[in-house]
């Protein structure tokens, strides 16, 4: 099955923000984006609340399931109380927990098992308990997979920011190899339940043909800045069938 696409909407949000006025509206641009056929929708609300803020993910949750109910809404942030509460306040299917410190200015590193695997079972679990499929963000290292699934993960989301930033070819040839080592470490790691892969961060239409060729069985990609600077130029709807053809939709 073809990886399935979600739109990372924090970039829209952050343009909401320079001003006092309500547009770009969120909502109007996550029907357009799932009305072209998107699987899901992403935000990552942070403290302090830079662009998703927390009242977004009440009105992003209501929509989705009034109006999608066959997409995903996957949440991700740091596991604070403050974000696990809104969580639970959500109709999110997916929760990818990220090892943000609330000072960088966007997500950097995977999970550090060794210091937070106790916590995130705990987080796990709380989440599973609700009825949400946990994801842990990770760095693309042999050993992390296997620290996930005992942390209690269902799926992992592959951190692509190195590869995403490596332009040059050579650059970019040895992100895919360190990409499929821990690809192919998640694949042989066995848990109680069916764990999954996803994968994100600094995706675009032209560095996903070799990513998803590499690593053909990712389940989804989640992306915002690379598509939603394409939908400056094309609208929504064209940069999200763009990216659903890269695919393979
Ligand atoms: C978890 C992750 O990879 C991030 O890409 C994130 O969702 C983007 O966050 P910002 O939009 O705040 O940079
Ligand atoms: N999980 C990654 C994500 O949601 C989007 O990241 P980016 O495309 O904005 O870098």
């Not at 916590?119 to 308990?129: A, C, S």
């Not at 942390?151 to 920011?161: C, K, N, P, V, W």
Request: glycine share 8%; aromatic share 6%.
């Amino acid at each position: 099955m073809p990886t399935k696409l979600s739109v990372n909407l924090n970039a829209v949000a952050f343009l909401r923000n320079r001003r006092t006025v309500p547009w770009p509206d969120l909502a109007t641009v996550a029907r357009a984006v799932l009305d072209a056929g998107a699987h899901g929708i992403t935000v990552h609300p942070r403290p302090d609340e830079r662009h998703i803020r927390f009242a977004d993910v009440a009105v992003l949750s209501e929509l989705m399931a009034a109006e999608y109910p066959e997409a995903e809404f996957n949440i991700e942030g740091y596991p604070s109380r403050q974000f696990l509460d809104l969580v639970a306040s959500s109709a999110a299917h997916q929760v990818t927990l990220v090892p943000d410190d609330p000072e960088q200015s966007t997500s950097d590193h995977g999970w550090d098992f060794a210091a937070h695997g106790e916590m995130l079972r705990g987080v796990t679990e709380e989440l599973r308990q609700g009825g949400r499929r946990v994801s842990l963000f990770l760095d693309a290292a042999p050993d992390a997979p296997a620290a996930a699934v005992r942390a209690g993960a269902d799926r992992i989301e592959l951190f692509t920011g190195p590869y995403g930033a490596a332009l040059a070819p050579d650059d970019a040839q040895r992100e895919i190899d360190r990409l499929v080592a821990a690809a192919d470490a998640a694949r042989s790691v066995g848990g109680e339940r069916p764990f999954g892969m996803n994968a994100g961060h600094d995706l675009t239409a032209e560095n996903l043909p070799a990513l998803c060729a590499a690593i053909p069985d990712l389940a989804e990609v989640s992306i915002g800045h690379g598509l939603t600077a394409d939908a400056l130029l094309l609208g929504f709807p064209a940069a999200v069938r763009r990216y659903l053809q890269v695919l393979g939709h």
